[in-house]
């Protein structure tokens, strides 16, 4: 059984707007910190944005103001709203969940990946 399930990539106009949606198991997403990564092209994975259990969130410089990570608790799910999104956005965008120490986030769960590409 896959832990996480993405959905919601594709391709789009810069500019444009998707939103990624995992769905998670309960007992994964209950207690674990919930998060997106991504991986562009000969580059390495980067985290993007993740969300603590009560809702505190964290976000890469250069996404911020322009994506929006949240969790829906009776879903299970944590999305990733992205607006204004540029081409050096095109990567595989990662769920993931796991826990946050004082030196960072610290994934545990993967899931398989989708794809945002994003044209000029």
């Known amino acids: 059984q896959v832990p996480l399930v993405e959905s919601g990539g594709g391709l789009v106009q810069a500019g444009g707007s998707l939103r990624l949606s995992c769905a998670a198991s309960r007992s994964i997403f209950s207690n674990n910190v919930m998060g997106w990564y991504r991986q562009a092209p000969g580059k390495q994975r980067e985290l993007v944005a993740c969300i603590t259990e009560p809702g505190s969130t964290t976000y890469a410089d250069s996404v911020k103001g322009r994506f929006t990570i949240s969790r829906d608790n009776a879903k299970n799910t944590v999305y990733l709203q992205m607006n204004s999104l540029q081409p050096e956005d095109t990567a595989d965008y990662y769920c993931?969940?796991?826990?946050?120490?004082?030196?960072?986030?610290?994934?545990?769960?993967w899931g398989q990946g989708t794809q945002v590409t994003v044209s000029s």
């Open positions: 993931n969940a796991g826990k946050y120490y004082s030196t960072g986030y610290y994934p545990n769960y």
